[in-house]
Each structure stands twice: as C-alpha cells, then as structure tokens.
C-alpha cells in the first residue's frame, strides 16, 4: 500500500445521498475521497463517456442541487461540526456547473479511469460503505416487518384485554335494588 489516507467509511457513508431514488456520491466528495480535484475527475469522465451510462453517473438540476445543499447544511448543522464545508461544492458552483452524481457503479468506474493508487484504494472504501448501507437498509426493513407482526400481536391482546376490562367494570358497577336477587332463604319462604 501507498503512503495514501483511507478514509474511515462513516466518513463516506456521510456522504452518500439518496438522489432520484439511488444512492449517490457527488463529484466533489468523489474527487476528495480519491484525492484529485474535482475538476480532474469530470474531465475523466467527459473524455470516458462510454464508460459512464445514465445507471453509473447523471448531472443533477438545478432543483436537486438546492435540495442536496439544503440537505447537507443541515446535516453539519445537526452534528455540530461546523467546520466542515457544508455544501461543499453545491453552492459554489458556477451557474453553468452542476455537479455529477456518482452510483455505486460509477464510483468504481472512476477509480478506474483515474489510475492512481489512491483512487484504487479508497473506490474499495467506497464499495464497503456502499454495501454496508445496503445491509442497513435491509436490517432495517427486518426490525419494521418485526414491529409490525409485534403491533399485530398486542392489538389482539388489546381486544382480549378491553373484554376483560369491559367485564370488570360490569362487575363493580352498582347494582340498583330492583336487578339484585335475593339470595338464602327467609323465614316463611315455602
């Protein structure tokens, strides 16, 4: 191994956004997770175009660019650290510039026509984080399939208790003078 840094994958997992429904890394956090500018990275992928199908990278719009600025200031307001660069290069973007977004696929087609030892190793990082965040999803589908069934289980319980509940109540009602019945006997009674 080289004398690179690899980045923790929380760190890239941070970065990981959900845009038109898939799991992106945008082109500047791409470019500083395999330690090249920005600019570098998309002239790659302009002068690779073949290797980069709309399933691997896609140009974001102007509406989806406000939203992911928006997203990530607030998540480095929430976490409290604000030296980060909270949106990176969402808002300082020339007009004409919108940024790339990188799928998992596209993040290691970029190590690839890259070349560098650094982006060899960090797209590994990347394809960690991105699997780890798909077994997260998947385990948290299971915990919500089995809050379900468990919400299922205490609404029968909750029938079952409201009759006893209900009887109970019936049971320590008043009981007026006309409904009681008499019980023993008395004298005279045949």
Known sequence: MSDSVIVPLERIQNRILVVRGQRVLLDADLAEIYGVPTKRLNEQVKRNA????????????????????????QIVISSGNRSQ???????HRSSKALPYAFTEHGAIQAANIL?????????????RAF????HMVVNHKAIRAKLTELEDRIGEHDEQLAVIVD???QLSEPVSPAQRRRIGFGVGDS
């Not at 070349?115 to 394809?127: E, G, L, P, T």
């Not at 699997?131 to 798909?134: G, H």
């Open 50 to 73: 073949k290797k980069f199908p709309e399933d691997f990278v896609f140009r974001l719009n102007r509406d989806e660019l406000e939203r992911v600025a928006d997203l990530k200031s």
């Open 85 to 91: 660069n909270a949106t990176s290069s969402a808002k």
């Open 115 to 127: 070349r560098s030892d650094a982006a060899v190793q960090m797209s590994v990082q990347v394809v």
């Open 131 to 134: 699997v780890q965040l798909r």
């Open 167 to 169: 009887a109970l109540r």
